[in-house]
């Protein structure tokens, strides 16, 4: 049993009612009390666990389709979500990339494919 109260009434039965005295006991047999070191170190922990879900970076869901309708850092997001998985199959390509030879973005061209 975890928690059980007892009761014991006085040795003497001769007493009155209003002056019988009774001894309560408590049992907190396997109940966890955590230390003051044990709660400081789980509040550490969940605030790095939170810090760490803040830094996480946001990566947008990968279609087919770009989302459009004027939105163009979802677009941009879309293009280098593309990009990403693009350099992860293909070394050749990340190592091209990791070279600082690109210097200054003067002109693009997108070229559409139906």
Same mark, same amino acid.
């Given at each position: ?9 006085? +040795?003497?039965? $001769?007493? %009155? #009612?209003?002056? @019988?005295?009774? !001894? +309560?006991?408590?049992?907190? #047999?396997? @109940?966890? #009390?955590? %230390? ?13 666990? *939170?810090? /760490?879900? !803040?830094?996480? &970076?946001? =990566?947008?869901? *990968?279609?087919? =389709?770009?989302? /459009?309708? /004027? #939105? ?5 997001? $879309? ?18 990339? /990791? &070279? ?6 003067? $002109?693009?061209?997108? $070229? &559409?494919? !139906?």
């Amino acid at each position: 049993m975890i928690a059980s109260t007892s009761t014991r009434n006085s +040795v003497n039965p $001769h007493q %009155s #009612y209003s002056t @019988i005295k009774k !001894e +309560v006991a408590t049992q907190t #047999y396997g @109940i966890y #009390y955590p %230390s003051a070191k044990d709660i400081d170190l789980i509040i550490t922990q969940n605030k790095k666990l *939170l810090n /760490g879900k !803040e830094l996480k &970076e946001y =990566r947008p869901i *990968l279609t087919s =389709r770009s989302p /459009g309708k /004027g #939105y163009w850092r979802q677009q941009l997001d $879309h293009i280098c979500a593309h990009l990403k998985t693009y350099a992860v199959n293909r070394p050749d390509f990340q190592s091209l990339i /990791g &070279e600082p030879r690109m210097g200054n973005m003067i $002109h693009a061209t997108v $070229h &559409e494919n !139906e």
